[in-house]
Each structure stands twice: as structure tokens, then as C-alpha cells.
């Protein structure tokens, strides 16, 4: 990937990776007279970043995120583990050139780029993939110790490649708005937010799909509070709709407490 390539370009990058791993863990014994079966889930998660003026005008920043996890369960009858089932999996990595001139907004050129591991039940690896790439204009609202926020708009192509079916590749044509914040809550506590929205405008699916037609926003929600120097907290909260896949609005929750420690 082309962050992976950049960290290792000596001279001038502001890099930092950190790494976290959680497991969650519940036993209940063969006397347990209710539903709840014991289980373990773990996951393990990599962020990165790297970031640079290429020219007095020119920033790049890259952000890649890696994030794998699985849950077990004990069979309530005979009390054997079943074989284990992927509770998180994500790819995520994004690229901004932005021309910076002390402009009111800065021309920026972005590339994304979205998958997973594994695409079960075929264990195809790295499948689907969505690419997209975009122009706009960015404005950074708010930078100052411990806190930032940034929004983009701009105009974006969008591919999405399943190599479980190569008979047409999906392309897009619409508008983007990103908008990312981090704030310090206080001295153990930082949420963050994320959001992306895409707007089709234009397709080559077939007249009788209308799906594209919705946008699609993806809405994450972080907070993390740092127990120790080691030990984080997580709460986590994403609001997904893609018509694509079903017309609702797709809610994902989870809360956890592991280590985390950087690497860069």
C-alpha cells in the first residue's frame, strides 16, 4: 500500500502507528439455567499515519487503519466450542494532496480505498474492494493543542471490484463531504468522529437499479479514555446506510477495555 511505501522514505515524515489488542471473555458453568453461553471475543487494531510538506505549498497525509477480530462460542448442549465466527473486519486507507496558500478553502486531490481480510464464506482474501478517488476543497476549521476538525467537499468517482463476480464492475459519479474531528475531552479522554458522505449522480448499473441513486453515509463515532499509560477504554459507535445492501440504517456498538501501545 502506498503508506506502507511512504514510512519508509527517510527524511521529513510525521509518522505514528499505534496498536491495540482487546478480548472480552464470559463463563457460565453447566448449572447456568438461562440462554447465556460462554464466549471470547477478541480483536487486534492498527492505526497509522504519516504526514508531510512535499513543497512549501504541497501536504500530503495518509491515515491507514487495520482492524481484525473473532468471537467463540460454547454450545450450550454438548459445551463445545463452535468454530469461530469474525466479529470485526476492516482495511481502510486514505490518501489528501492539498495545495495550501492561505487560501479561504485548499484544492485538494484524495484516494480512498476499502476492504476486509477475509470475504466469508469463501475466505476470498481482500474482497470486495472500493476505490475512490476525488478533487474538491477543504478548509480546516479548528487545530489548536489536542483538538482539530476538517470538512471537504468535493467531486469523487467510486468503483467497487467483487472478484466473486467479474461480469461488471459497479462505477459511480457524484459528489463527496467528508468531515473529520478530534477533540480532548480532558486529559485521559479524546472522541472522535468521522464522517463520509457519497452522493451518486451518475451510474453505469443497469436503468432497472435505482439503489445508487441513495447516498451513502457512514457516521463513526470514538471515545476513548486512557486508563494507564497501557490501558485504554474504548466506546464505539457507527451509523451506516448503504441502499446498496439494505434500505435501513445499519447500527454498530461495541465497548471494550485492552492494551494499547505505539510503535512510532
Request: hydrophobic letters at 40%.
Amino acid at each position: 500500500m502506498l503508506f506502507a511505501l511512504l514510512v519508509t522514505v527517510a527524511g521529513g515524515w510525521k509518522t505514528s502507528i499505534t496498536s491495540s489488542f482487546n478480548i472480552t471473555e464470559a463463563f457460565y458453568n453447566d448449572k447456568w439455567q438461562k440462554e447465556d453461553v460462554s464466549n471470547i471475543t477478541w480483536n487486534v487494531q492498527l492505526n497509522g499515519a504519516a504526514s508531510r510538506d512535499l513543497t512549501s505549498s504541497l501536504f500530503l497525509k495518509n491515515r491507514l487503519l487495520l482492524l481484525y477480530g473473532q468471537t467463540f462460542l460454547q454450545d450450550a448442549t454438548t459445551g463445545n466450542w463452535k468454530k469461530p465466527v469474525k466479529s470485526q473486519d476492516k482495511i481502510e486507507e486514505e490518501s489528501v494532496l492539498s495545495l495550501r496558500k492561505g487560501w479561504p478553502v485548499d484544492p485538494y486531490f484524495s484516494f480512498y480505498f476499502l476492504s476486509q481480510f477475509f470475504d466469508e464464506p469463501d475466505t476470498m482474501y481482500v474482497n470486495p474492494m472500493t476505490f475512490q478517488e476525488s478533487f474538491g476543497f477543504e478548509r480546516e476549521i479548528l487545530k489548536n493543542k489536542g483538538n482539530n476538525f476538517t470538512t471537504r467537499f468535493g467531486l469523487a468517482l467510486k468503483q467497487v471490484v467483487n472478484r466473486k463476480d467479474t461480469t461488471s464492475v459497479p462505477k459511480e459519479g457524484g459528489m463527496e463531504w467528508i468531515t473529520h474531528g478530534k477533540f480532548k475531552v480532558s486529559e485521559t479522554s479524546v472522541y472522535e468522529i468521522n464522517l463520509r458522505v457519497f452522493k451518486a449522480l451518475m451510474s453505469n448499473q443497469p436503468d432497472s437499479v435505482t439503489t445508487w441513486k441513495a447516498p451513502d453515509i457512514s457516521f463513526e463515532n470514538i471515545l476513548t479514555v486512557s486508563v494507564s499509560k497501557y490501558v485504554n477504554m474504548n466506546a464505539y459507535l457507527l451509523l451506516y446506510y448503504d441502499k446498496d445492501q439494505v434500505d435501513a440504517i445499519q447500527l454498530k456498538q461495541t465497548m471494550s477495555v485492552g492494551i494499547s501501545f505505539n510503535l512510532l
